[in-house]
């Protein structure tokens, strides 16, 4: 089985319920697992100690395999953003 990652932004709100911003990437119904990044804190992350956080978490820990590292470098075109 192989498995997907889609990272999004959302709120939980006062009952409790996660509310997505903006649409789902995948089309329904699907059975999903989600994990939640939170800070302990009622304020806003900045992008990198976002990163921090999925990096070290175990949940991702199977990236870590060997199997899991399917591309190479020759793999691809390269993505070139001309607004930047």
Do not use: H, T
């Not at 089985?1 to 932004?9: D, F, I, Q, T, Y």
């Not at 899991?68 to 993505?79: K, N, T, V």
């Amino acid at each position: 089985m192989s498995l997907k990652a889609v990272e999004l932004e959302g709120m939980i709100d006062e009952n409790r319920q996660l509310k997505i911003k903006g649409d789902l990437p995948i089309q329904g119904p699907l059975r999903v697992r989600v994990i939640l990044l939170y800070a302990d804190e009622a304020e806003d992350i900045d992008e990198g100690a976002w990163l921090y956080a999925a990096a070290r978490n175990p949940a991702f820990a199977f990236l870590k395999d060997d199997s899991e590292d399917i591309y190479s470098l020759q793999d691809g075109r390269p993505f070139y953003d001309d607004e930047a």
